[in-house]
């Protein structure tokens, strides 16, 4: 299952262009989405999921191009997560996901095996006679990504899946969905790039509804290598004269002082050493070059 | 069928239904027992506005819609149906409760008491549910329609209420005539086997199978 995205345009009624020309390819597994707020990756994610007609451009889901008349077979294949969703409220955790499996074709008895399984999996078990409105945050995201799962989609969209979720929850779904991305195409769109760092190989960085960088998570490191630089000041008007002068990614107060993480491509006219790149510098080092 | 009650129904719209036909039925003043028509209908047909303007349109509201976009479209319009039914059959008990209240708070003189050709009580009463039952669907259908058309219960609610208040008047009567969706509310209550009110009822009947009709369009569309 891949997906290939070719000079997609998306303009809004009021003139807004929320992507631009942009060319990308999904291959299978876990592919994460990173993009600052207002970068165009939830229109993407809904012209995907055949919400939204692009303006301009192709879309192709394994040789079926995104056209009305496919929407039926494209959208047999998808399944959905957006990032703010509200499920039926007076109905219990059970009720709500057989609901939408009935709603999407699934047959009983299949329909049910797939609940139990997947409310194992996110420990939502004890949890599935309580009402949805009686749910943490963290729980309806759960419960969202099993409904999103519910019809075993070959291509899985889901925006911000970790959103409201401690720790231990979001290593729970990041370990499933790694498990379902298995022969499946996972695409998933986050601000949390531990998230990333710890399920994708491969990822795109969005901004302004352009692609900055398509490729895998080692190449995107290696392009922040040695770009990366730590260094400690001793008071906080330093620190501020650095920030003015430098991108920094990171500010924490040591014993001897400030620890700054400093993003530069030449190294910074004061005592520091090259740093250990991580995803989020060069994620922070990318957008901001 | 129980989890679409579940959602068609919350508690706090059964109450404010409710409360509604309590309260109609205690300040809505009539002598007449062939008088509770009169009054029941256009209460009711109000209460169908906006009980049933959520009906598909919580769904956009609460952003489900953007994953049943994904279902299959047969399966969703008969959720919609389904929801629609229920609701409508709510409503229609809730009529007929109505008209008991009417009786029971209000002590109107009974057809029996009259000189005859008035018709008996028991037929009065079936055919005011009856009608009552096409100004139901009449008003539901309506608001959903619009409400769906909008993607907005607000409008749903609106465009009914504007209708009801120019169809609702004299203005309708003089006007409309018996093709006045409110036909029923301006007959002749004293001739009971004045049937003229039917067209009106039929307009609303064309209307809702048009409404019907048009549903998986309008889903497609703006859903």
Redesign the interface.
Do not use: C, F, H
């Given at each position: 299952m891949s997906i290939q995205i070719n000079d997609l345009t998306v303009t809004f009624k009021n003139k807004v262009t929320a992507i631009d020309h942009a060319n990308l390819e999904i291959p299978s597994g876990i592919f994460g989405l990173l993009g600052e707020n207002g970068a165009g990756k939830t229109t993407l994610m809904?012209v995907l999921?055949?919400?939204l007609a692009p303006t301009s451009g192709t879309v192709m889901l394994d040789g079926i191009q995104y056209h009305e008349k496919n929407y039926?077979k494209i959208?047999?294949r998808?399944?959905?997560?957006?990032q703010?969703?509200?499920?039926?409220p007076?109905?219990t955790v059970q009720?709500c996901l057989?609901?939408?499996g009935?709603?999407?074709?699934i047959p009983k008895p299949l329909c049910k095996e797939r609940i139990q399984y997947y409310l194992e999996k996110t420990s939502l078990t004890e949890h599935r006679r309580k009402k949805m409105r009686q749910l943490s945050g963290g729980m309806k995201r759960r419960v969202g990504l099993i409904?999103?799962l519910l019809s075993e989609p070959a291509f899985l969209i889901i925006d911000e899946p970790t959103t409201g979720l401690d720790p231990e929850e979001r290593i729970r779904i990041r370990n499933l969905l790694v498990d379902f991305s298995e022969n499946r195409t996972v695409l998933f769109s986050t601000h949390v790039v531990e998230d990333l760092a710890a399920t994708c190989n491969q990822l795109a960085v969005m901004k302004k509804g352009h692609f900055l960088y398509a490729g895998s998570v080692q190449e995107l490191l290696d392009h922040a290598d040695g770009c990366v630089w730590d260094c400690m000041v001793k008071d906080p008007a330093e620190a501020r004269s650095l920030e003015q002068k430098y991108r920094v990614s990171s500010k924490q107060y040591a014993e001897g002082g400030i620890q700054m993480r400093i993003l530069s491509r030449l190294k910074p006219k004061i005592p520091c050493r090259p740093a250990h790149v991580t995803l989020e510098d060069a994620y922070i080092y990318l957008t901001n070059e | 069928m129980r989890k679409e009650i579940k959602i068609a129904l919350p508690l706090s719209k059964i109450i404010y239904a409710l409360f509604f036909i309590v309260i109609m039925s205690l300040i809505c003043g009539i002598s007449v027992s062939y008088e509770i028509g009169s009054k029941l209908e256009p209460a009711m047909a109000i209460l169908a506005a906006a009980f049933c303007a959520d009906t598909y349109v919580q769904e956009v509201t609460s952003r489900r819609s953007e994953i049943e976009r994904l279902y299959p479209m047969k399966k969703r319009i008969c959720s919609v149906g389904t929801r629609l039914l229920i609701q409508e059959l709510f409503l229609l008990l809730l009529a007929a409760a109505g008209y008991g209240l009417f009786l029971l708070f209000q002590k109107p003189i009974l057809l029996s008491v009259l000189p005859t050709g008035n018709g008996d009580e028991i037929t009065q009463f079936f055919v005011c549910l009856a009608a009552v039952a096409v100004t139901l669907c009449f008003w539901g259908i309506l608001s959903n329609t619009l409400a769906c058309l909008f993607r907005s219960l607000w409008f749903g609610f609106g465009g009914c209420l504007l209708l009801w208040l120019i169809t609702n008047s004299t203005f309708g009567d003089r006007h409309l005539g018996s093709w006045n969706i409110f036909s029923y509310t301006f007959r002749d209550a004293e001739n009971s086997g004045d049937f003229s009110w039917l067209a009106g009822k039929g307009v609303c009947i064309v209307f809702c199978i048009a409404a019907c009709a048009i549903l998986p369009k309008l889903l497609k569309r703006r859903g």
């Open positions: 809904r999921t055949t919400i039926a959208q047999k998808i399944g959905y997560l957006p703010e969703i509200d499920l039926y007076n109905l009720e057989e609901y939408l009935d709603l999407a074709g409904q999103a | -």
